[in-house]
């Protein structure tokens, strides 16, 4: 009887370490997943942020899938505060067409401070675009239009933000009010 509960004893001692090992197994795939999630929520918190990390104050609207946009002239509001050293209004061209001899290209455009610390993007080579006649491309852009720094392209602006006073696409693509 000694001998048959002994064996009963080792046999239910591996099941207990085999089912006590699934729990452990369990239970750090569960603190991995989690942890992956937040370090992901973080990230894209961070990625969000950006363009706004030297901003004191970001004006804009609550809900983001209301597609209502701030007036142009949001940012020369925003400086006449008391307090405001500066203001700068991102306005983000939906869609876009980028024609560079006889490659063109579709992409997203986002209007740049030239106030460095208001900088939304970083520039790899050259500089940030200082007036409306400039445009900063990616790198991978730029590569797949086979254009380099002072190279000369057209863009059409294709969708664009619609403020009250209503804009409209003019010639080469600039914004112009209607």
């Given at each position: 009887m000694l001998r048959f509960t002994l064996r009963q004893l080792?046999?239910?001692l591996r099941q207990a370490v085999g089912g006590a090992m699934s729990i452990v197994v369990a239970t750090a795939f569960i603190a991995a997943a989690m942890a992956g999630s937040t370090v992901m929520d973080r990230t894209i918190e961070n990625i969000m942020a950006e363009?706004?990390?030297g901003a004191d104050l970001v004006v804009g609207r609550a809900d983001f899938y209301d597609i209502q946009?701030?007036?142009?002239?949001?940012?020369?509001?925003?400086a006449a505060i008391d307090g405001v050293?500066?203001?700068f209004q991102s306005v983000m061209v939906v869609a876009a067409q980028v024609d560079a001899g006889d490659r063109s290209e579709l992409t997203e455009f986002r209007a740049t401070s030239t106030d460095t610390g208001l900088a939304t993007w970083p520039v790899g080579q050259?500089?940030?675009?200082q007036g409306a006649d400039e445009a900063s491309l990616a790198k991978s852009l730029a590569e797949r239009l086979g254009?380099?720094?002072g190279d000369?392209?057209?863009?059409?602006?294709?969708?664009?933000p619609a403020w009250d006073e209503g804009y409209?696409?003019?010639?080469?693509g600039a914004a112009e009010p209607a």
């Amino acid at each position: 009887m000694l001998r048959f509960t002994l064996r009963q004893l080792r046999m239910s001692l591996r099941q207990a370490v085999g089912g006590a090992m699934s729990i452990v197994v369990a239970t750090a795939f569960i603190a991995a997943a989690m942890a992956g999630s937040t370090v992901m929520d973080r990230t894209i918190e961070n990625i969000m942020a950006e363009p706004y990390a030297g901003a004191d104050l970001v004006v804009g609207r609550a809900d983001f899938y209301d597609i209502q946009y701030l007036p142009p002239t949001a940012a020369d509001d925003a400086a006449a505060i008391d307090g405001v050293r500066r203001a700068f209004q991102s306005v983000m061209v939906v869609a876009a067409q980028v024609d560079a001899g006889d490659r063109s290209e579709l992409t997203e455009f986002r209007a740049t401070s030239t106030d460095t610390g208001l900088a939304t993007w970083p520039v790899g080579q050259g500089r940030q675009p200082q007036g409306a006649d400039e445009a900063s491309l990616a790198k991978s852009l730029a590569e797949r239009l086979g254009i380099g720094l002072g190279d000369q392209i057209a863009v059409t602006v294709l969708v664009y933000p619609a403020w009250d006073e209503g804009y409209a696409a003019g010639d080469e693509g600039a914004a112009e009010p209607a």
